[in-house]
């Protein structure tokens, strides 16, 4: 192990790095479900969602968390969602 390896910092899972920061500091627009993804139990797993910002359109998708898997029917398609976002980079956002 090489002396600069002792310095370097341990990166921490990028996506839950990038999710805290998104909850944390993103600006809030409303978007909608157009599609879902299911388990073998029909539960949603998987979100598919679009949103504006200035005009533009943006679609995106996510894996749902634990917490909403618990409220998965708020997920439906057509459902309007809070959508966090960053506004330097508004294709990376969350629902929430």
Same mark, same amino acid.
Request: net charge negative; hydrophobic share 35%; aromatic share 12%.
């Given at each position: 192990m090489g002396i600069?390896?002792?310095?370097?910092? #341990? #990166?921490?899972?990028?996506?839950?790095?990038?999710?805290a920061g998104l909850l944390r500091t993103g600006r809030i627009t409303? %978007?909608?479900?157009?599609?879902?993804?299911?388990?073998?139990? %029909?539960?949603?797993?998987?979100?598919?969602?679009n949103y504006e910002i200035n005009s533009v359109e943006y679609e995106s998708s996510q894996t749902l968390d634990d917490g909403q898997k618990q409220h998965s029917l708020d997920y439906f398609p057509g459902a309007r969602v809070t959508v966090r976002f960053n506004p330097r980079q508004p294709g990376n956002s969350v629902v929430v």
């Open positions: 600069l390896n002792i310095f370097r910092r #341990k #990166k921490a899972d990028d996506e839950t790095s990038r999710r409303e %978007g909608s479900i157009f599609d879902i993804i299911t388990d073998e139990a %029909g539960a949603i797993t998987q979100v598919f969602y």
